[in-house]
């Protein structure tokens, strides 16, 4: 089983910037690829970003368009989400998910999830 924490969330102005951070524990060795989705109120969880292990391989949700940037830390069982230029449409609560495997952008190919942490971007 993998446990996994998100924290960074919070209320910011637009054109403001965040970090999430979501740290793993358990058997670490099943988070192969880590991701971020977000889901608004009365909408569809929306894929944001994932990474592979190797920190190499990584890919983003249309809507990014470079504003937000995906990094893990191996070394401590951690990976970021870098949100810059946030817009009011960006107010979620983002949740953190793993899988033992490549990215995908469909959350149902994810085992693992955390709580969420809410983002709020006010106009």
């Known amino acids: 089983q993998v446990q996994l924490e998100e924290s960074g969330g919070g209320m910011v102005q637009a054109g403001g910037s965040l970090r999430l951070t979501c740290t793993a524990s358990?058997?670490?060795?099943?988070?192969?690829?880590m991701a971020w989705f977000r889901q608004a109120p009365g909408k569809e969880r929306d894929f944001v970003a994932a990474?592979?292990?190797?920190?190499?391989?990584?890919r983003y949700g249309g809507f990014v368009k470079g504003r937000f940037t995906i990094s893990r830390n191996n070394a401590k069982n951690t990976v970021y989400l870098q949100m810059g230029t946030l817009k009011p449409e960006d107010t979620a609560i983002y949740f953190c998910?793993?899988?033992?495997?490549?990215?995908?952008?469909?959350?149902?190919?994810?085992?693992?999830w955390g709580q969420g942490t809410q983002v709020t971007v006010s106009s």
């Open positions: 998910a793993a899988r033992d495997g490549g990215t995908s952008s469909s959350p149902d190919d994810y085992d693992y």
């Open positions: 358990g058997v670490t060795s099943s988070t192969d690829a």
């Open positions: 990474i592979r292990r190797s920190g190499i391989l990584t």
